[in-house]
């Protein structure tokens, strides 16, 4: 299973990036996950798109279509997703052939804060209903305090953390099988 996990922070050492990398190191087997960047996506605009859309989003939206589910990790920007993973989502929700659409869909997130992202975490699953991706409802992997919850080189140490990963990513493979079945 060729899983896609994408980052909502561009900042070099983001937890939600350290986390996505966790996921890769706890994916279970069968399950490869590659992050893919998107700190070349433009700001969307539809005139640009109406002209053709940037090769950058070409290029996520055929990768994206060629995955069986796709892992996204954001930050909580003033209690919603941020802004760069909204951006990008705007372009991968537009036709021809939106390619997240009938995707199964995991979100996790990380932050400094205590909710770990719960609120921004309900608003990208409202973004994902009109994208019309199958999202995972559990297990939900909230990282609060996340400033604590990593080694200094990279690693996540929280144990509840890496069981929650784990889990869901179980939880993932299932619903990738499932949704193939249909
Ligand atoms: C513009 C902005 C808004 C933020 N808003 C929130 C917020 O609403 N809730 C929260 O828990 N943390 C908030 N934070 C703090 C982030 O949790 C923290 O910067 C986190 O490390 C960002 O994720 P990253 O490490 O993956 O870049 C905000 C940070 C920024 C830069």
Redesign the pocket.
């Known amino acids: 299973m060729n899983v896609i996990g994408l980052c909502g922070?561009l900042?070099e050492g983001?937890?939600?990036?350290l986390a996505l990398k966790a996921a890769q190191k706890l994916a279970p087997d069968g399950m490869e996950i590659s992050i893919e960047s998107i700190s070349d996506i433009p700001l969307y605009n539809d005139d640009i798109r109406k002209n053709g859309m940037p090769a950058s989003v070409m290029q996520l939206r055929q990768k994206l279509a060629g995955a069986d589910a796709i892992l996204i990790s954001s930050?909580?920007?003033?209690?919603s997703v941020s802004g760069i993973l909204k951006n990008t989502l705007d372009w991968v929700s537009r036709a021809p052939e939106p390619p997240m659409e009938d995707k199964p869909v995991a979100i996790m997130g990380?932050?400094?804060?205590m909710?770990g992202?719960a609120r921004s975490q309900y608003h990208l699953r409202q973004i994902l209903v009109y994208m019309n991706c199958f999202t995972l409802n559990r297990p939900e992997v909230f990282i609060g305090m996340?400033d604590k919850k990593f080694a200094e080189n990279g690693e996540l140490t929280d144990p509840v953390a890496v069981k929650l990963i784990t889990d869901q990513l179980i939880a993932l493979q299932k619903l990738i099988l499932r949704v193939a079945c249909k």
């Open positions: 922070s900042r983001s937890f939600n990036m930050p909580e920007y003033n209690f990380a932050s400094i804060g909710l992202t996340a």
